[in-house]
């Protein structure tokens, strides 16, 4: 499979507090690749750095082989990669359709449409004129993953699809991930739910304190491996 993204030494800060200390990260085209961790291990922080949230230098990520680092988030979704924020971060005043168009502005050549999106969550069609942010919290993942599909991305990246979320309504989110990926899509999970990224996903990385800790393909990593690069013991 041909590399579609890279990082290289990718370091992060807030200020002075370095939070990423030279991450070195793989993606192919079609992959799914989960990112795990404790929390504060950074895994926020680094697909913030992949979508343009937080500065990277420029050579420390790679995306079809051009150099992005530190790229303007817009610019980053025009070129084909597209955050779902940690939280849904649904706009407030507007419908569930409204939420969806809006991650179509900055919309690319592809499958992904309201019918093609509806057709996924069919829920979603049926309350597409009520506040998107009167759903159920399951919901308005869908929503929030549906506004990022909007925008036709080669890449999606997913922060916490699972959080404060009921353990059925995180199997029916992850459910879609076949159709999604099934066009050819390629997606990076942040998942707190260690089982569910270890089943959805065909590699693994661990962080640890900003570092990388354990990196595996999924189906081949032990618990114990994972709880050790997990929790450090
Ligand atoms: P969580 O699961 O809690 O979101 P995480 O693995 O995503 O954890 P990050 O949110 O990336 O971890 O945080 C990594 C480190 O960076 C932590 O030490 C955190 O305190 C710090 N950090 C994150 N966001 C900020 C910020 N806006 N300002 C200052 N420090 C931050």
């Known amino acids: 499979m041909t590399q579609l993204l890279a990082t290289h030494g990718l370091q992060a800060w807030?200020?002075?507090?370095?939070?990423?200390?030279?991450?070195?990260f793989e993606l192919a085209k079609g992959e799914l690749v989960a990112v795990i961790g404790a929390n504060g291990a950074g895994k926020s922080t680094f697909l913030k750095c992949l979508a343009g949230l937080v500065r990277a230098k420029r050579e420390a990520?790679?995306?079809?082989?051009?150099?992005?680092?530190?790229?303007?988030?817009?610019?980053?979704?025009?070129?084909?990669?597209?955050?779902?924020?940690?939280?849904?971060?649904?706009?407030?005043?507007?419908?569930?359709?409204?939420?969806?168009?809006?991650?179509?502005?900055?919309?690319?050549?592809?499958?992904?449409?309201?019918?093609?999106?509806?057709?996924?969550?069919?829920?979603?069609q049926e309350k597409r004129h009520?506040?998107?942010?009167?759903?159920?919290?399951?919901?308005q993942q869908m929503v929030a993953l549906g506004?990022?599909?909007?925008?036709?991305?080669?890449?999606?990246?997913?922060?916490?699809?699972?959080?404060?979320?009921?353990?059925i309504v995180i199997r029916e989110i992850y459910a879609a991930m076949p159709a999604i990926t099934g066009e050819g899509m390629t997606v990076v999970i942040v998942e707190q739910d260690v089982t569910m990224a270890q089943r959805v996903s065909q590699r693994i990385y661990c962080l640890q304190e900003g570092r990388?800790?354990?990196?595996?393909?999924?189906?081949?990593?032990?618990?114990?491996?994972?709880?050790?690069?997990?929790?450090?013991?």
């Open 61 to 124: 990520i790679e995306f079809k082989g051009e150099a992005i680092g530190g790229l303007p988030a817009g610019e980053i979704v025009r070129r084909g990669l597209a955050l779902v924020p940690e939280g849904r971060r649904l706009f407030p005043s507007l419908s569930v359709e409204e939420n969806l168009l809006m991650g179509g502005l900055t919309r690319r050549a592809g499958p992904w449409n309201l019918e093609r999106l509806y057709a996924l969550f069919p829920i979603l």
């Open 212 to 233: 990388v800790s354990l990196q595996g393909r999924s189906d081949q990593l032990t618990h114990s491996q994972i709880s050790q690069a997990y929790f450090g013991v």
């Open 130 to 139: 009520v506040p998107g942010t009167s759903l159920s919290g399951g919901q």
């Open 14 to 24: 807030y200020g002075d507090a370095q939070a990423l200390f030279g991450i070195d």
């Open 147 to 167: 506004r990022a599909l909007m925008s036709n991305p080669e890449v999606l990246l997913c922060d916490e699809l699972s959080l404060g979320l009921a353990p």
